[in-house]
């Protein structure tokens, strides 16, 4: 008979790579890192096979919405394998803590925050394109969205109290990009008409719902050292499947209906031999401002920030 768990093996066999913290996921945790990983992956064909039902011109959000799954499931492979990681010692020592009373040094995945500095500003841009933000509000919050990232990466691998200072600025960042969500980004994109509005105000609410809740997750496991890397595993992944492919199959589904150009997003596909030929280039004529997306005039109002 094989043994139960002969099928993962990865802790084992990645056991002498880079140092091991006291505290760090078991098969458990492991388990459910290769089942989200499994979810990102699929997720990502069904994405990409979604787009190329769509013309050439209409694919930017499938190709966004793949990319972040497509991130996210080799971040998830590694964390599997438990790679990517390294042990740093936890500020905390709780020994009335049954499950971190381990804990000298906790093991931090520093791979799910280089994970978080690619998708998360996808993530953005699907929203803020969606709304017809101009590229340098996009910008703007790009790179706020990136410090918050960063400090949480770095206040994670601070084993002394300056970290919930990193975490503050982590916070003070994301309150930015939820401004930029819920003020700036819903009253363009109600300026936009119905189907976008609509459109944004659901994915929107459901990823500032989930962001609110990865300040906790950060705060009892990489910060306050409260829960076990497996239930740390749980929480997190949890929250990354519903912002990635829960999100990404909401965007694509409010998408289906919205044609990029009413977003300003005029994107031609040099095969159009029909319209190149006749001179056929019905955005060109039209009256109207700027809006950054590609330098092409359109009817998007503006949104100054």
Not at 86 to 106: C, D, L, M
Not at 121 to 144: E, Q
Not at 193 to 218: E, H, R, S
Request: aromatic letters at 12%; one cysteine or more; glycine letters at 10%.
């Amino acid at each position: 008979m094989f043994d139960k768990r002969a099928g993962n093996d990865a802790l084992n066999v990645n056991n002498g790579v880079g140092g091991r913290a006291d505290l760090k996921i078991s098969t458990h945790g492991s388990d459910w890192y290769w089942a989200v990983c499994a979810v990102m992956a699929v997720s990502t064909f069904v994405f990409m096979g979604l787009a190329f039902t769509k013309p050439r011109s209409h694919r930017l959000f499938h190709y966004i919405t793949a990319a972040i799954t497509l991130v996210a499931s080799i971040a998830y492979f590694s964390m599997a394998a438990d790679l990517g990681q390294t042990p740093i010692a936890a500020e905390f020592i709780r020994p009335g803590n049954s499950h971190v009373r381990a804990a000298g040094t906790r093991e931090i995945f520093y791979v799910r925050y280089i994970d978080w500095v690619v998708t998360t500003p996808l993530l953005l841009l699907d929203l803020l394109l969606t709304a017809g933000l101009p590229w340098p509000s996009i910008l703007i919050t790009i790179l706020i969205d990136e410090v918050m990232i960063i400090t949480g990466l770095v206040g994670a691998l601070t084993r002394t109290s300056y970290k919930w200072g990193y975490f503050a600025f982590g916070n003070a960042a994301f309150l930015y990009v939820i401004y930029m969500l819920a003020g700036v980004g819903r009253k363009n994109a109600h300026a936009l008409g119905d189907n976008i509005y609509k459109t944004f105000m659901a994915c929107g609410v459901l990823t500032v719902g989930i962001w609110f809740l990865y300040p906790i997750a950060w705060g009892i496991s990489e910060g306050g050292n409260l829960i076990h890397p497996d239930s740390e595993a749980v929480f997190y992944g949890i929250l990354d499947l519903i912002a990635k492919p829960v999100f990404g199959a909401m965007l694509l589904f409010g998408h289906r209906n919205i044609d990029p150009s009413a977003l300003g997003l005029h994107i031609h596909d040099t095969d159009d031999v029909h319209g190149r030929t006749n001179g056929n280039h019905p955005h060109s004529e039209k009256n109207g401002h700027t809006n950054g997306h590609n330098g092409v005039t359109n009817d998007v109002p503006a949104t100054t920030v």
